[in-house]
């Protein structure tokens, strides 16, 4: 996976949820106004179209400390790599 094509990924599940407001990667997302389910479902969407799977374990933890759109990529990537 290219950390470009993830970040494009996780910027335009983001934004939809925005309604198409711009944001930076480091703003925090509950700044944004995200909560818990919102991201969680975001987890689910982007899993869904890179074909990934995360441990339960995996994705529970990235729950706890995701606080940005930086987080999401990175965690993206991570379970890439698996």
Do not use: P
């Not at 940005?68 to 990529?73: E, I």
Request: net charge negative.
């Amino acid at each position: 996976m290219r950390r470009a094509a993830v970040r494009a990924a996780v910027h335009r599940y983001i934004r939809r949820l925005l309604e198409n407001r711009e944001f930076n990667d480091n703003t925090s997302l509950a700044q944004l106004g995200l909560e818990k389910a919102d991201i969680e479902d975001l987890i689910f969407h982007l899993e869904d179209e890179f074909g990934l799977t995360a441990f339960t374990a995996e994705e529970d933890h990235l729950l706890k400390t995701a606080k940005t759109a930086n987080d999401l990529s990175r965690f993206l990537l991570m379970i890439g790599r698996h």
